[in-house]
């Protein structure tokens, strides 16, 4: 806008005093309405060949889901050339003619507002990209222990904010507060949900801690049980089993914490047929003898 009104200042101010270039054009015939017409035809060429710029960076972001570079700037140039061409080229304002001039600068404004209009769509699909990468960045930062939630939110709000400010045109009505006021709401859920699952881990954690001393505690009760009882406890812990020869009868004795268990069974030898008469040995020997020991310190 501030070009325009430069631009429609500078051509008022030396259409009197110097003659006419040839690329400007001349005064049309047949009135205000030609003129219009004329002003047209150079805002369309101008117009065509801008799309075609803006058609290669479209295919980079839409497309390829690009952020282009200095976007903003490359933006900026690109509306003030056109706008320059524009009163370079259109036909000089008729003398005393007011609708011709009202003219002039309705097209003037119309070639901004057509340019104008593809970019920011392009700007705001910049934006959506820039904050998905710095919410990537963020989960990334607040991954590392010591990095707090805080400190990786203020990392991932400066690498948003310098970026789109580097897309944002000069001078336009372009703004990215929302999406950063986005992004910000987006990383504030993020933590929240973090730390209500470390809450929840940390009260289970408690709960298994109480179960255990609970059943710590239990097992020393009946500890103090079992001594009373029985008297100090011993130990010591044995088993022992024996097999009476010739005979399917097995006795089996052990002693631990301090009892004494005994148990007579009759289990059938079955490798007795091929042992022999008497097994291996008559009596007692590690045929028919079995002893385990185990003592508790």
């Known amino acids: 806008m501030v ?5 429609l200042s500078w051509v008022a101010s030396t259409s009197s005093a110097f003659k006419q270039p040839a690329s400007w054009g001349i005064v049309p015939r047949g009135g205000d309405s030609v ?26 972001i839409i497309d390829e889901s690009e952020i282009v570079p200095s976007f903003g700037q490359t ?8 706008l320059e061409e524009f009163a370079l080229t259109a036909p000089i304002l008729p003398p005393d003619s007011p609708l ?12 901004e507002s057509t340019l104008d209009a593809p970019l920011h769509v392009l700007y705001l699909k910049q934006l959506a990209l820039l904050r998905e990468k710095a919410l990537s960045q963020y989960r990334a930062a607040s991954r590392v222990v010591e990095t707090s939630d805080y400190d990786a939110m203020l990392q991932a709000d400066a ?30 859920d993020v933590a929240s949900t973090r730390k209500k699952l470390v809450d929840v881990q940390m009260k289970n954690s408690e709960k298994q801690s109480t179960a255990m001393a609970f ?32 005979t ?13 268990n005994l148990q007579l069974s009759c289990v059938p030898d079955e490798y007795a047929p091929m042992l022999g008469a ?12 079995g002893l385990s020991l185990n003592l508790s310190v």
């Not at 007692?284 to 003898?289: Q, R």
């Open 215 to 246: 059943l710590q505690q239990q097992q020393q009760m009946i500890q103090q049980l079992q001594m009373q009882l029985y008297g100090q406890s011993s130990p010591w812990n044995v088993g022992m089993a024996y097999r009476i020869p010739d």
């Open 248 to 260: 399917n009868f097995n006795l089996q004795g052990s002693y631990q914490q301090g009892r004494t």
């Open 100 to 111: 011709a001039a009202s003219a002039y600068d309705k097209k003037l404004s119309e070639l």
């Open 35 to 60: 003129f219009k017409g004329a002003c047209d035809d150079v805002k369309n060429n101008i117009i065509d060949k801008a799309n075609k710029q803006i058609e290669e960076m479209r295919r980079a």
């Open 3 to 7: 070009l325009r009104i430069l631009l």
């Open 159 to 188: 690498l948003f904010t310098r970026e789109a400010g580097s897309l944002t045109r000069e001078g336009s009505d372009w703004s990215y507060a929302g999406e950063r006021s986005h992004l910000q709401v987006i990383m504030n």
């Open 75 to 82: 933006a900026d140039t690109l509306c003030n050339s056109a």
């Open 278 to 289: 008497n097994g291996f040995t008559n009596g007692v020997g590690p045929g028919n003898l």
